[in-house]
């Protein structure tokens, strides 16, 4: 039979015992570094922090994105035309082929009329496609 090693025994995965890690001591003190945050990552973190807004007199916490586009309607609404075009066009950018149809079939001939006489307003005319 073979002897028992001592504890000061040195070989293959027993050190010597001077450079052992103390106990309670990490082997990687600083650890691993993290990696480079791109700025998409930034833009996301950012704009999904929770904000606390106010909605018909309730407080309430929403995403931020969620915030900004409550607070571009209500510049919309308020007859901001910079803020009218971009609600429109993010409504079109981000609406199916089915929603676009539907849309459409539910406007009334008077809707129609306001909305060619407003994008006749609007700079370049009714073929204005730059937002």
Do not use: C
Request: glycine residues 6%; proline residues 6%.
């Amino acid at each position: 039979m073979a002897e028992p090693e001592p504890h000061d025994a040195v070989g293959y995965g027993r050190p010597p015992r001077h450079t052992r890690f103390k106990p309670g001591q990490s082997g990687n003190p600083r650890g691993r570094l993290r990696r480079k945050q791109s700025m998409a990552d930034l833009i996301e973190a950012v704009l999904s922090e929770k904000v606390t807004v106010s909605i018909n007199g309730r407080r309430k916490r929403v995403r931020a994105d969620t915030a900004m586009l409550f607070r571009l309607r209500e510049q919309a609404l308020k007859g901001d035309i910079k803020a009218i075009n971009v609600v429109l066009t993010l409504r079109q950018n981000h609406m199916s082929d089915n929603d676009h149809q539907q849309v459409e079939t539910d406007w009334s001939e008077e809707d129609r009329a306001i909305l060619a006489n407003f994008s006749d307003r609007l700079p370049g005319g009714p073929d204005n496609d730059a937002a």
